[in-house]
C-alpha cells in the first residue's frame, strides 16, 4: 500500500510536466500552421515553378533555366527593374535613417510641442500606402498643391509623376515620409533610455557635442539602427502599392522595380514560369543582402 501512494505522485507529477513541455507548442501551433501554409509553401511552389512554362491553363511544361536565361540575357526591362529596386532600395534607407534620426534628436527634450508632434509624425505609419499614394497622386498632379506652392514663390513647376527624371525621386518621397516618422520614435525611446551619467562624464571631460554624438549616441543607438536597417531594406524591396497606384512602372520603365514587374508578367503576360524565376531572384538578393548585414554590420552593433 506504501509503495502505491508513492507511485501515484509521480504519474500525476510525468503528466503534469509532458503538459508543460507541450503548452508552448500547443500556443504557437497555430502561427506555425499559417507560417507553413502562407509562406513556406508559396515560396517552394515559387521556386519549383520557375523551372516551368506555364500560362494557367495549359499543363506546366518543365523548361530547366530557361526562365533564368530569358531574365538575365534577353529580357531588358528586368535589368531596368533591378536598377530600379537598388537605386530606390539605398535612397529610402539613406534618406529614411537620416531624417529619423535628425527628428528624434530634435524631439527629445520633453516639452507639450515635441509631444504633439510626435503624435502628429506617427499618423502616416498608421494609414496605408493606397491611401497615401491617392493623396500624393493629387498633390503632385502638374496642377496640384506641391506646384501652387512653387508659383506661389515664383519657381517653375514640376512634372512629378510624369517625367523620368523626377518620377522615382517622388516615389522615394513619399516613402520616407510615411515611415519616418515610426522609426524616429524608436529612435527617441532609445535616446531617453540612454543613462544621463554618460552625457553627465563626457560633459566634465569637456567633449564637443559632435564628437559626443557621433562617439556615445550613435554606438548606443547601434543596435536600433541595425533592426531599422534591415527593416527598411526589406520593405524597399518589396515596393508595389504606392508605384502600381502613381506611375504605374512609368514614365518610360523609369519606375518599374522587381515586384511590380513580377505582378505584370503574372498578370498581364501570364507568364508564371518567368514571374516565378524573378521572385526566385528577388529572394535570392534579399538572402544576400541579410547575410552582408550581419556577418559586416552586425559587428559595429554596441549591444548593452
Excluded at 11 to 17: D, E, F, G, M
Excluded at 129 to 136: C, G, K, Q, W, Y
Aim: glycine share 4%; with cysteine.
Amino acid at each position: 500500500m506504501e509503495q502505491k501512494k508513492v507511485d501515484k505522485p509521480k504519474k500525476v507529477r510525468t503528466k503534469r510536466s509532458l503538459s508543460t513541455k507541450l503548452t508552448p507548442y500547443a500556443y504557437t501551433m497555430p502561427a506555425i500552421i499559417l507560417f507553413l501554409v502562407f509562406t513556406v509553401y508559396p515560396m517552394i511552389n515559387m521556386i519549383r515553378l520557375s523551372f516551368y512554362e506555364w500560362n494557367g491553363l495549359t499543363e506546366e511544361k518543365f523548361v530547366g533555366l530557361q526562365n533564368y536565361n530569358y531574365l538575365f540575357n534577353l529580357q531588358v526591362d528586368f535589368k531596368i527593374a533591378l536598377q530600379n529596386t537598388l537605386v530606390y532600395t539605398v535612397s529610402v534607407v539613406f534618406f529614411l535613417l537620416l531624417f529619423a534620426l535628425i527628428f528624434a534628436v530634435w524631439l527629445q527634450k520633453d516639452s507639450k510641442i515635441n509631444a504633439m508632434v510626435q503624435r502628429l509624425m506617427f499618423f502616416p505609419h498608421l494609414c496605408s500606402m493606397l491611401a497615401i499614394s491617392t493623396v500624393f497622386s493629387w498633390l503632385m498632379d502638374e496642377e496640384g498643391l506641391f506646384n501652387a506652392v512653387l508659383s506661389f514663390f515664383d519657381l517653375p513647376g514640376l512634372r512629378w509623376l510624369n517625367d523620368s527624371t523626377t518620377a522615382m525621386m517622388s516615389i522615394v518621397i513619399i516613402a520616407v515620409w510615411k515611415g519616418m516618422g515610426y522609426h524616429a520614435l524608436i529612435l527617441l525611446s532609445s535616446l531617453k533610455s540612454i543613462p544621463t551619467e554618460i552625457y553627465e562624464a563626457a560633459a566634465l571631460d569637456n567633449t564637443p557635442p559632435v564628437r559626443k554624438f557621433f562617439r556615445i549616441t550613435i554606438p548606443l543607438l547601434s543596435p536600433q539602427l541595425f533592426f531599422m536597417l534591415i527593416n527598411i531594406t526589406l520593405s524597399s524591396f518589396k515596393v508595389f502599392e504606392s508605384i502600381r497606384v502613381l506611375t504605374k512602372g512609368g514614365p518610360g520603365k523609369s519606375t518599374i522595380v522587381l515586384v511590380y514587374y513580377i505582378y505584370e508578367y503574372a498578370q498581364s503576360n501570364l507568364k508564371y514560369g518567368v514571374a516565378a524565376a524573378a521572385g526566385v531572384v528577388l529572394l535570392i538578393f534579399l538572402a544576400i543582402l541579410t547575410v552582408i548585414y550581419f556577418r559586416l554590420i552586425n559587428r559595429r552593433v554596441h549591444y548593452q
